[in-house]
């Protein structure tokens, strides 16, 4: 029995609790084709709220036009590539049909063909934040207090040696400094302690991230945000959130180039986006997306799998730290980050998963 035959008759309060708890995206829009409501199933697939889509027109939604005068006409379009939220590309069959108790309205189901998964993701339970504890816990004791006697040695020996020899002693202290400063970001891996995670409202976050990269940014590069305004408070570290982003950012603009382009900020709801926990094998629910977007090529697919592996870098002098810290401080808070190619054309996307905070009690309950 298909959807259409299971509301026929139904209408109001009945109708809308039968479409709700539908496993298919259902979508409801009305004689102008603008979308009067969706289920959760929808919600999941569009990532978007109920809230940011009502009202749109439905080719903005999914990129797919429904003629409004054809609304006593039953459609159905198989394989249809659709366009979502953040340029992502989803076929799916398109099934259009009129909702016999409502004059003009109509309702529209969408089959999903299966997707490529992301080209890499990294949670709490991936091998990479492991590998880069311990290299760093080692290499910071075996290491970097040898550095500073190598490095007092040439500084006394520096006194007595002629300008050609006190050369040689500068580079010394120079690459002992080089090799410190590397540690130093190593050492980040061996913090072992939880964050401490609070509800805070993730466009407040966004928005201060966004203002301190910028300062850095070419005017080759525009920055540019789309937003769900109706997002719960989320529940993270408000200080390791702003580094992560500062620091996807910064490399969003190094991919691009120096001809530049444009990076954008993205907020959604996501239903249905969980992980297991480490205590208990509990899945969390992970509904707070957010996305740093860039034009930029993306990385080659030899290393695309292994980029949140720590020592894995696509840059000349990059020593494969960055995407290696992002992973921990994103698993620290119980979160996901992956790596796509999405859109048409394709862009790179780099895409946080992030539980919502709790609801607050009633002042009832209290």
Not at 100 to 109: C, L, N, Q, S, V
Not at 112 to 117: I, K, L, R
Not at 125 to 152: C, Q, V
Not at 271 to 291: A, D, F, Y
Request: with cysteine; glycine share 8%; hydrophobic share 40%.
């Amino acid at each position: 029995m298909n959807i259409i035959q299971r509301v026929r008759g139904l209408t109001g309060k009945a109708a809308n609790e039968l479409i709700a708890a539908m496993p298919t995206p259902v979508i409801t829009i009305d004689d102008q084709a603008r979308v009067q409501d969706v289920n959760s199933a929808a919600e999941q697939l569009l990532i978007l709220s109920r809230a940011a889509v009502v009202g749109a027109a439905i080719r903005d939604v999914i990129g797919y036009e429904v003629d409004p005068e054809a609304t006593e006409t039953p459609l159905v379009a198989y394989g249809e590539d659709l366009l979502l939220t953040g340029g992502r590309s989803q076929r799916a069959d398109v099934l259009i049909a009129p909702w016999p108790e409502r004059a003009g309205w109509r309702i529209i189901t969408l089959h999903a063909h299966p997707s490529a998964a992301p080209i890499a993701r990294r949670s709490r339970h991936g091998s990479g934040t492991a590998t880069a504890a311990g290299a760093a816990a080692m290499l910071a004791h075996e290491i970097k207090n040898p550095l500073s006697g190598i490095r007092g040695a040439a500084q006394l020996l520096e006194s007595g040696l002629g300008d050609e020899s006190r050369a040689l002693t500068r580079l010394i202290r120079d690459e002992v400094d080089r090799v410190a400063a590397l540690i130093d970001r190593m050492e980040g891996f061996t913090d072992t302690r939880p964050l401490e995670t609070a509800p805070h409202n993730i466009h407040a976050i966004l928005d201060h991230a966004r203002s301190v990269a910028i300062s850095g940014l070419p005017p080759e590069i525009k920055l540019r945000e789309r937003y769900d305004p109706s997002l719960p408070a989320v529940l993270v570290h408000r200080d390791s959130l702003v580094q992560v982003l500062i620091n996807l950012i910064k490399n969003a603009a190094e991919a691009l180039g120096p001809l530049g382009g444009e990076i954008t900020l993205t907020s959604a709801y996501r239903h249905g986006v969980g992980t297991v926990t480490e205590r208990g094998g509990q899945r969390r629910s992970l509904p707070i997306e957010v996305c740093v977007i860039d034009d930029g090529a993306g990385v080659r697919s030899d290393i695309a799998e292994h980029l949140f592996d720590p020592f894995i870098s696509t840059k000349p002098t990059g020593r494969g730290l960055g995407l290696a810290l992002v992973h921990k401080l994103i698993a620290d808070q119980g979160g996901i980050v992956e790596y796509a190619r999405e859109g048409r054309p394709e862009r790179t996307v780099f895409r946080i998963l992030l539980p919502r905070a709790p609801r607050p009690e009633p002042e009832a309950a209290r």
